[in-house]
């Protein structure tokens, strides 16, 4: 059984920064996709980010594009999402997913496994 536990959510001003992390459990985690995706209140969960199984690939949403990094530690198990210049609108729960298939999707419903989410809430 994998298990992903994000952390490092919270609440912080237009413009600031934030890091969230995304660890991993079970499996073998170099063989998987990871990515990040959003949920706001009333809208459908978003992709954000994703890395490949390698960690040297990555795709962003065109909305996070410059401003967030995805990247990797693979022997910490561990995928970081590093937010700058955060705005009002990235106010959301984040939740990382990992894919099996190691195939680096931005679709939801192709994940396998989910985080229980961590909230990050920017303020004007």
């Known amino acids: 059984q994998v298990r992903l536990v994000e952390s490092g959510g919270g609440l912080v001003q237009a413009g600031d920064s934030l890091r969230l992390s995304c660890a991993v459990s079970?499996?073998?985690?170099?063989?998987?996709?990871v990515a990040w995706f959003r949920q706001a209140p009333g809208k459908e969960r978003e992709f954000v980010a994703v890395?490949?199984?390698?960690?040297?690939?990555?795709n962003y949403a065109d909305s996070v594009k410059g401003r967030f990094t995805i990247s990797g530690d693979n022997a910490k198990s561990t995928v970081y999402l590093q937010m700058s210049n955060l705005k009002p609108e990235d106010t959301a729960v984040y939740y990382c997913?990992?894919?099996?298939?190691?195939?680096?999707?931005?679709?939801?419903?192709?994940?396998?496994?989910w985080g229980q989410g961590t909230q990050v809430t920017v303020s004007s």
């Open positions: 890395r490949s199984w390698n960690g040297y690939n990555s």
């Open positions: 079970g499996g073998i985690f170099s063989t998987y996709a």
């Open positions: 997913a990992a894919d099996l298939s190691g195939a680096s999707r931005t679709l939801y419903r192709a994940y396998d496994y």
